[in-house]
């Protein structure tokens, strides 16, 4: 059915609050002209979004494998811990003694990412992935301003995901690209020739966006840290190596994690996330403020921190996204988290070898916890497969990335599917390639709307009803 | 067989270990060290246990940024169903018409609750919005100085400060009157052809509300006017786009979002529509799809990181989907009617609140209306104290801008739960401790 | 799409407890040979079921006019207080100092039922309507018995719910129908005939289901308690006239309250309920124990009362049902509990006004909150039209009910669907006089299945998979 | 025009008044007297005040019918979606196939589960189910006796006789021997021609497993065997299809579903094929829609009050739909490997706590294993004093059993979140009062 909006939505308004109040008690002069929000009962509201959200896909109704997504089932037992009373309702400024809990959990979790990553400091400030590497490249900036040194460059390779490059410039560095090799890994050479006084860091993601793990990234820190750069981890794949190895170990400077990927937390439709920054002890003095102390007795805010970047959002982060992370963290423990990894890493590989008949699947064979497939060898293009994909009621892969693919479809089952759901998948993926061009084009059919004219989208630029 | 077994058949191996051959052996980890696993009971055990730790039965008399207000329990109903809160971006418009379509609607609430054009799908939270605004307003006009109310607090003016480091531009502050208002001579004499824009807060740092932002427009020049506002003032309050904002900021926390300890927020941006093409984030437009029918779709993404990489407008990728969805449902179900009540309700509980203080000798620092946050003239510290006495409240206004001119400036909130039973209770401990 | 059953999805059981424990500790002769539950994972089950809810039409998608039922909609903080976790985690054996707030609330709830109701005494006990009136009619048993008097039968008229005769057979009485007269109201000579010394009680609705307000039952009451019988209220329909009137001014000696249909608590897909039982001061010391007592002091649980007919359930009731319809009380208050009637019927008198045009809408034209036609003048069949409606997203009417209205619907709007919702109510119902019949009997088509089998689902009877 | 006054136009009436004009004046209320409306978050306020006044953080060893188990979050976030908790009985099964197939799996779990061939679509609770089982008995072969178990608590057996009251039937209670178990002679010298049904409980009302139960179905001759059994034990126990029960009835509290100081509950009801058009509620039956595709429909309607209204083999019409959505997802969940764990860590922590208990010198009451109460024999009544220790516990026997001769008996509850950091508590408590 088609909903409309809530704006022709025509009842009586029914929310109430009984205490009286005259208009008079503010003066003429700061007052509005008029306002034109819907006067509709609450259970037209409700109604509204309940219809819309059977409009919505969702991963508890089926798998939802996007490349670099992490899209994986959100244990229920979060979300109850964050709708905990005790914690949704306390105040960013109560005084330390009154959220002595809430500074635990945070401790905790502090703690818990050190060890999971083998880093020596965390903020838990920044709000998502992308604010993480905001928030890393401050860093960056911060330490060679420290040091005197004037580095103008971060080198990225051609594989990282498009926040790398625009979180760069954001901090004012210029991006220097560096081309994969023929396994999907970073080029050395290229990257040995990229590498000069004016870098100031390499930003990289490992396992990589093709899902690859990078083998020479002893090399690369080795190269990175002779020219005095910084190493950058881009956490969006960690899921992928928890227990196995860890950015600490392989040299890294800064990590910035995606609670939400790695960790389970309900991706929201697009946010909230949680993107904390983790790095090596000489870099802690950088990090933004407050982090949370522990002095034997109670948990505080500290400030001092010496070189501090200062803040890059309001409070202490997603605290609620923040107590999903560290109630799966807990749940999980070492094993489970061992488990995650190796599961995710089994579904992607056994998925890959159903597929690798029908597609290009490029560069290095064995895969972490996503790949790459290219629909080029089969002469149809990726964004008509996805779409029917879709009409067989489950979710597309991520489509044209990384660009150093063509025809490029990612796809990152996660731990929790099933073989059976894997096993489905493939053959909906391979029964595609039995639909004529057309047929294919004309997909989907059987969702709430069809293919969706995007460059009228662009063009009559209709933001607003 | 169960399925891992036939899995690892299928791809001729043995155990998963053999999957992780290519990580070599120099970087293997021995152990995370985090423990065992807990089981989910024990997990939630543990929860309640610290939730048990943080106070929240106490009056609250916090705000400068996160308030205690009413929220719907509809509000939290529809942002908890599970088909948007694990859903994902809608990267695939045709099964994502739920997200898509209350996006928009939310753009399109807060559009004409501002009465701005536009608005984007979000940003992380205001402090960062102000700070995506600078940036905007940059990519605009080029120019480079930033002029800021003496009021804005520390803290986000260090946000500010680090969104626009990398621009290198400059930010400057202005002064405020004896009224806790703009000094509009001061502000005009900085006002030259390098400045970007004129940032000002309505109600402003001091929890003033300020009439002298309407003129602003008329002085700013070539400059662009960011103003930052509460949206909940605007059930009343004239709105940024009544007086020239070209871009309108605000901390969208208030509109049906707990406060969680701060966090996630909810960063609104509206904006003039000539402005668009240098927005930055996300923005849902409408459209028709192949059959003709009214669809949704994420638009201009050709602004954004994933297409546009290092020249984006932003790195904005996860951004609060699910907080436009609570602050659209809150809207909904308040309406016009609601959030006028709402507004009025807490400016009474204010004058209430500032009038029972003044009974007992505690005089405002400023002669003007306040909105949530007054500023009151109490040298000593008390919010240990008022603590120990179940009450939340009294910041200092020299821990959120620490070199204020006005030390003895303590601030206390009102919203409209603020009743006068609970005004009461803080007139009495504070009779007590002062 | 189709869902499977749960026991044709596989995966792996996910579900853990960590203590481990030997089987050896119970003896081979006590266990079973074995087991056969699913065995998959908890995502699995969460995906299941999620799918599942997509396939169940709500009232928080569409309105639910079904006569009787009272589907309005349940506001949301009535759920939020029953999940508080002190309401929800208590154990009813725990001693009574340590469950105040709980005894505090059923205290309160039976003193806003006895104001709303004007009865002398209320327990909580039945756990739904239907149990209430076998509650009720034990009562009766219990008081004739306690009298010495032996009164075998129980009058009820032919428009009453199922629920009533059923009742009184289970509690060992003869059932004697009362025909209505031409007002659609109990025909009194009828009645007075059918009355006499073997009367142990008259059961009744008032507004009957024909959504009639019972003119009469002042006439009604004087004539069964002549008879020495007892008056008893079936409280399905209560909802229409709170604070117009009232069971104990109209003279009723027993009533009971279907706490999810009045008080707005949610139906659970056919319960939980709750059905508490009111009674006169004379019927008090019959009513089951424990109820809640007030010594100024403490709540306790009394179970003194001296003529008590025991227990009908196992402890005190549907507690976290109790809880929201205390909420719902104590939202409303005076005001909001009559503006429900008042709303409640005028959208009942409005839509038969719309409809009654084309459909014969039988016997007295003022209705109350629900009302009665017939769809025999159109020569269309109830079942038929009911179909249709299903076929434009929202809810059929309760069909061929009462039974003294031929090809019956039987529809309650409720206070909550606005004006829009009526008029596309109405529509609709209108709209399918339009088709042909075999058109209408193809019909649905836009549902999830078409109509079913129910000859075979009986012939065969696959009640389990 | 508002939407009221444009339908009072349309009726041509003033005001709602007019509607009611068919009350007689001399039965019209005055006022309800209940208030004025309370805002939402007030309620909530309310709510959370009283709720603190319940007691919920204390050391749990409560049971004998209601039990402290662990549920997994998914079964509260399913039984909490909107679309099955704000729905209705499936009375269109088109628009209801979600509720209908749900129900239709909880049926097949549970009839797997018990071992018997039909389980309906649920009863009020336990003891009520047990009373209908009954009374069903009675329509199979219209005996008057029902045979019940000494070790009966007071309360079932009230619920019991008043469901059977209206049928005149006698209810006989037979003994236990030295074990707390079935005295088979006893009760074989109680059944005769006039036995309708023999009622055995498995653990029984002294905690017992008793292994007598599986004998009952050689010696009851033409009478009926209606077990009651406790669901989680049956994750390694016999169940009751294998010992010839004609009917099994439980309480399904366990599975899944909180609390709630008692109700609502789950009564669980499984039969032999032969009876079921004798059972009473309600059945979801598989069938096929007009295209042939597998639909659920509710089905022998004929047997219910809505066809058959005096004749109806019960009044049941709202049942507890919701709760076998919560029992259904909970055994899914748990799958056979769960439910054997937990019943099998009850049996443990009830050894564990015997053992103990008795290393303070605390015996029991009889020599058996027990699933999950444990009878004790302690003079002193413990509770209240418990409770000031923060630990709930110590139901005396005769406070469940008026008469028993095991005065001493008090019962101490186990389930699998029993640990012995838990025990070791109950211990150090008891040792001080004692």
Redesign the interface.
């Known amino acids: 059915y088609e909903e409309p909006i809530i704006k022709d939505i025509k009842s009586s308004n029914t929310f109430s609050l009984s205490e009286q109040v005259d208009e008079s008690i503010l003066p003429e002069n700061l007052k509005r002209k008029d306002l034109e929000l819907p006067e509709v009962s609450e259970y037209d509201v409700v109604r509204h979004y309940t219809r819309l959200s059977q409009m919505n896909y969702t991963v508890d109704v089926g798998i939802y494998p996007l490349g670099s997504c992490t899209m994986k089932y959100n244990p229920k037992f979060a979300d109850r811990v964050s709708a905990i009373d005790g914690f949704r309702n306390i105040h960013p400024f109560q005084p330390e003694n009154t959220v002595q809990g809430a500074l635990h959990v945070m401790y905790d979790l502090q703690e818990y990412l050190k060890k999971i990553s083998d880093m020596d400091a965390v903020s838990l400030q920044p709000m998502a992935g992308a604010d993480g590497e905001f928030t890393g490249i401050l860093i960056v900036k911060k330490y060679f301003e420290d040091k005197g040194e004037d580095r103008t460059e971060i080198i990225i390779p051609d594989s990282a995901h498009g926040t790398n490059p625009a979180s760069a410039t954001m901090g004012g560095f210029d991006v220097v690209e560096v081309p994969s090799d023929d396994k999907g890994m970073v080029d050395l050479e290229a990257l040995r020739a990229a590498v000069s006084k004016k870098t100031a860091a390499f930003m990289i993601t490992n396992p990589n966006t093709l899902g690859i793990f990078e083998q020479n990234i002893e090399e690369i820190a080795k190269i990175i840290h002779n020219a005095g750069a910084l190493l950058y981890y881009d956490g969006a794949n960690l899921n992928a190596i928890f227990g196995i190895t860890s950015p600490g170990l392989m040299g890294f400077d800064i990590v910035h994690f995606n609670l939400h990927k790695s960790f389970a937390t309900p991706h929201g439709g697009g946010g909230p996330g949680a993107g904390p920054v983790a790095v090596k002890s000489f870099l802690k003095d950088f990090l933004p403020v407050p982090i949370v102390d522990f002095d034997g007795n109670s948990y505080r805010l500290n400030y001092e921190l010496k070189k501090t970047i200062g803040k890059v959002s309001s409070f202490y982060g997603s605290f609620s996204i923040l107590l999903r992370a560290w109630s799966y963290i807990i749940r999980n423990g070492d094993d489970g988290l061992k488990n995650v990894s190796a599961r995710a890493v089994l579904n992607s590989n056994y998925l890959k070898k159903k597929l690798e008949k029908y597609y290009d699947i490029p560069y290095y064979p064995l895969k972490k916890h996503e790949f790459v497939l290219s629909t080029e060898n089969t002469g149809k293009r990726a964004l008509d497969i996805g779409k029917y994909i879709l009409d067989n009621g489950i979710h597309s892969p991520t489509v044209y990335f990384p660009l150093i693919v063509k025809e490029a479809m990612m796809i990152e089952p996660t731990e929790t599917v099933s073989k059976a759901d894997l096993d489905n998948y493939a053959d909906v993926l391979i029964e595609a390639l039995k639909l004529s061009d057309e047929e294919l084009k004309s997909r989907p059919k059987n969702t709430a709307v069809r293919r969706i004219d995007e460059v009228k989208a662009a063009r009559d630029l209709k933001l607003k009803w | 067989m ?3 077994s ?3 058949d ?2 001729g191996i043995k155990s ?1 270990e053999e ?6 052996l ?4 021995k ?11 024990l ?2 055990e ?13 009056l ?1 008399f ?1 705000g ?3 308030y ?1 207000r ?5 509000v ?3 942002i ?20 898509l ?5 939310y ?3 807060i ?3 501002f ?1 701005m ?3 984007n ?2 940003m ?5 919005a102000l700070g995506e605004a600078a ?1 905007m307003a940059y990519r605009i006009n080029g120019k480079n100085k930033i002029l800021i109310p003496e009021s804005t607090y520390d ?2 003016l ?2 500010l ?3 626009v ?4 531009m400059k930010i400057e502050k202005y002064k405020m009157n004896e009224e806790g208002k703009i000094d509009i001579d001061d502000l005009q004499s900085r006002i030259d052809g390098d400045t970007s824009a004129v940032v000002v807060e309505n109600p402003n740092g001091y929890g003033v ?1 300020d ?1 002298n932002v309407f003129r602003i427009s008329e002085i700013k020049k070539e400059s662009l006017l960011i103003s930052y506002v509460d949206p909940i003032s ?6 940024p786009g ?1 007086y020239g904002s070209d871009i309108a900021i605000a ?1 969208g926390q208030q509109l049906g979002i ?8 909810l960063g609104i941006m509206s904006f003039k529509a000539d402005y ?1 093409r240098k927005s930055p984030g ?10 003709g ?5 994420m ?2 993404q ?1 602004r ?9 407008t ?10 436009t ?1 609570a602050a ?2 809150y ?12 507004a ?2 807490t ?2 509980h204010s ?1 209430n609140l500032a009038e029972s203080l003044g009974n007992i000798g505690i005089e405002k620092v400023f002669d003007s ?1 306040s909105f949530s946050d007054t500023l009151f003239r109490i040298d000593k510290n008390v ?2 104290d008022l ?1 120990k006495k179940g009450i ?1 409240g009294g ?1 200092k206004l020299t821990s959120l801008i620490k070199d204020s001119k006005y030390s003895s400036g303590t601030f206390f909130t009102a919203t ?2 603020t ?1 006068n039973e609970k005004i009461k209770a803080l007139v009495n401990a504070l009779e007590v401790i002062m």
């Open positions: 169960d399925e891992i036939s899995m690892l299928y791809l998963t999957l992780f051959s290519d990580i070599p120099s970087v293997r980890k152990e995370i060290g985090i423990g065992s696993p807990l089981d989910e009971h997990v939630l543990r929860a309640r246990k610290y939730a048990s730790l943080n106070s929240t039965e106490m609250n916090l400068n940024g996160i205690d009413v929220i719907p329990e509809a939290n109903y529809i908890s169903k599970s088909e948007f809160l694990d859903s994902y971006t809608p990267y695939q418009p045709e099964v994502s018409q739920g997200m379509q209350s996006i928009f609607e753009q399109s609430l559009s004409d609750l009465k054009d536009f608005t799908a979000s992380y939270d205001g402090y960062s940036r803290s986000k260090s946000v400060k680090n969104y480091w990398g621009l290198s509300i009439e605007l059930g009343v309050l004239k709105p009544e901390e707990p406060m969680n300890f701060g966090g996630p927020l668009v996300r923005l849902i437009g409408e459209s028709v799809d192949a059959d029918k009214r669809a949704f779709v638009t201009l050709t954004e990181q994933h297409i546009r990489r290092a020249k984006a932003s790195n904005i990728c996860s951004n609060q989907a699910l907080l969805l659209g449902s809207l909904s179900i308040l309406g016009s009617s609601g959030l006028k009540k709402v009025l309700l400016i009474k004058k209306i919010m240990l603590a939340l910041i409209e739960k009743d």
